[in-house]
């Protein structure tokens, strides 16, 4: 959540502020053009989010099925 947060505040800097200007010498455009689909950038969150719970549920599952002393003893 904290990565989306920053990306949404990165984002909206550049739309505003043009924070990552573009050498004049090289480019037309003066700053990388952002534009913000917000269907794309929800599925994008919610699939991020369902793979990171998905990546942390079955090893905790595992894990809250063992003793303390059982789960230390390889350590």
Same mark, same amino acid.
């Given at each position: 959540m904290l990565g989306i947060c920053i990306g949404l505040g990165v984002l909206a800097l550049?739309?505003?502020y043009q924070i990552f200007p /573009? %050498?004049?010498t090289v480019y037309i455009i003066p700053a990388i053009p952002v534009e913000i689909h917000w269907? %794309?950038? /929800?599925a994008i969150a919610l699939a991020s989010s369902g793979l990171s719970f998905l990546a942390a549920y079955f090893p905790a599952r595992r894990a809250a099925g063992l003793l303390p002393t059982e789960a230390l003893r390889w350590e």
């Open positions: 550049q739309i505003r /573009l %050498d004049p269907a %794309d950038f /929800l």
